[in-house]
């Protein structure tokens, strides 16, 4: 639901897209697409900046990036969104 709540009606720019392990989410945001990270893999390796839309599972995504997709992200290409009310 952060997500939906983040994006609002805010236009992506057409170079971002949004990725999600959970194949049930791939209508999840009305007017954008929803891919799986194996669709994706290209994409990502080419990413300038990776944003995390939570910080519950954002070490398992880095892991996931780096193990499956084949890239070591470096701090300053990642942003995580705090989606939770842990300090």
Do not use: H, Q, W
């Amino acid at each position: 639901r952060v997500c939906v709540d983040l994006l609002g009606d805010f236009p992506l720019p057409d170079r971002a897209v949004v990725v999600d392990s959970n194949p049930d989410k791939k209508d999840y945001l009305e007017a954008v697409p929803v891919y799986e990270p194996m669709a994706m893999k290209e994409f990502i390796l080419g990413a300038k900046l990776i944003v995390i839309n939570t910080d519950l599972f954002a070490g398992e995504i880095v892991d996931f990036i780096r193990d499956k997709i084949g890239r070591k992200l470096s701090r300053d290409e990642i942003v995580i969104i705090k989606s939770s009310d842990r300090d």
